[in-house]
């Protein structure tokens, strides 16, 4: 749906009048998958070309009103009572974010919504942040707010981990708010410092390809994975409290460390991904893009093995990606499902194709493919 037809659908519903607008992209992660919750580096980007569109008018009230274009449903709620609904509905992060903004101690004032989301559901770039950045947005602007964006970042991940129930870390939402054309983010979540790194978008392409496959124990096994990460940590911190974060920690000492096979193999992922996402980061400055696949690539294979959150779904579109001459690829996102993402020199065109067919050949499911625009 382009501006003006969803513009058009907002004045014939509230009438005539000013339109605010705002918006917040989903996010690729080049690398650095499962370190942001123990306060390790990733590198997302925000996407250009798929946006979450939020359309206003600002009221003098506490009511909100709200209808979601792409799904035909509305939304009324009173910011002086908010009840959440069941788990699962889209309605609960316009809700949430604005539970946690309240909680902050900010006073809202409702608006007149048209909501429309591009970023697809469960495809692994993040649909639920761009959905609470763009609602942080519109809380802001229409209650005459001005919150500086790692604020808005951590806010919204609260109205996440509280009120909608997901112990997701904070690389999405900083991600989304963050954005810059062109760049990546290296960001380390533990201080929330970052700086941005151009791609060559002339020369290379990123694609992202969904397998359309999502674990229903996607949400449990998440949360498991964090806790086994703690349960680590605190390990670590009663033989060795010289270490702070997880990521300054060598890797002779985790192997030195009495741990069951599985810890070890979870923090011995976390501690190389975070040196991965170092070496990510020169080879990105250096132009190093033979580099930068090949990382990606080490990645998958220890989100595969150590940290166990592949499928077989996954793999195989990152091996057929390698057989088929990308750069690199690797699962993106929590995994158990989801997307992967791909790293290629020039046209992608019959790439997708024989991707597509190879996939579709094997699994019966014709997969998501995006093209990113950074
Ligand atoms: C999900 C979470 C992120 C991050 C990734 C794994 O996308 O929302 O915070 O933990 O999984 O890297």
């Known amino acids: 749906m382009d501006k003006q037809t969803l513009r058009d659908k907002f004045l014939s519903l509230y009438g005539s009048g000013d339109i605010v607008e705002v918006s917040a992209p989903g996010r690729i992660n080049l690398i650095g998958e499962h370190t942001d919750y ?53 309605t609960n992060y316009p809700k949430s974010v604005a539970l946690a903004l309240q909680e902050a101690g900010y006073e809202l004032l409702g608006f007149d919504g048209l909501l429309y989301n591009e970023v697809p559901i469960g495809a692994g770039i993040s649909s639920s942040a761009s959905l609470e950045v763009a609602h942080a947005h519109a809380f802001i602007k229409s209650s005459n707010l001005d919150l500086p964006p790692k604020r808005i970042a951590t806010l919204c991940q609260r109205a996440e981990n509280k009120f909608v129930g997901v112990q997701c870390g904070i690389m999405d939402q900083m991600a989304s708010v963050l954005a810059k054309p062109g760049n990546f ?107 930068l696949g090949e990382l990606l690539f080490e990645s998958h294979e220890s989100l595969r093995h150590l940290y166990e959150v592949s499928c077989p779904e ?34 992608p065109s019959s790439y997708i194709q024989e991707l597509t067919h190879l996939y579709e050949d094997k699994f019966r499911i014709t997969p998501g493919v995006y093209r990113i625009s950074l």
């Not at 290296?186 to 790194?197: A, C, G, N, P, V």
């Not at 806790?227 to 033989?239: D, F, Q, S, T, V």
């Open 185 to 291: 983010i290296f960001l380390d979540t533990h201080y929330l410092t970052y700086h941005y790194l151009e791609f060559d978008t002339t020369s290379f392409t990123i694609l992202v390809i969904d397998t359309k496959v999502k674990r229903a124990l996607a949400a449990s096994e998440y949360n498991k994975r964090r806790a086994e990460a703690e349960a680590g940590i605190e390990l670590l911190k009663r033989h060795h409290p010289e270490y702070k974060l997880l990521r300054e920690v060598p890797s002779h000492v985790i192997n030195k460390l009495s741990l069951s096979p599985t810890l070890h193999k979870r923090l011995k992922h976390i501690v190389e991904e975070n040196l991965r996402v170092l070496e990510a980061e020169s080879a990105l400055r250096e132009g190093d893009y033979i580099k």
């Open 38 to 90: 123990t306060g390790g580096y990733v590198l997302p980007a925000g996407i250009q070309n798929i946006q979450c569109h939020l359309l206003f008018r600002p009221r003098h009230d506490y009511q909100v009103r709200l209808y979601d274009a792409k799904f035909d449903e509305t939304l009324e709620f009173s910011l002086l009572e908010i009840t959440l609904d069941p788990p699962g509905s889209w």
């Open 314 to 347: 996954l793999n195989f579109l990152v091996d057929t990606g390698k057989r088929l001459g990308c750069l690199g690829a690797r699962l993106m996102g929590a995994g158990f499902g989801g997307a992967t993402i791909h790293l290629l020199k020039g046209d």
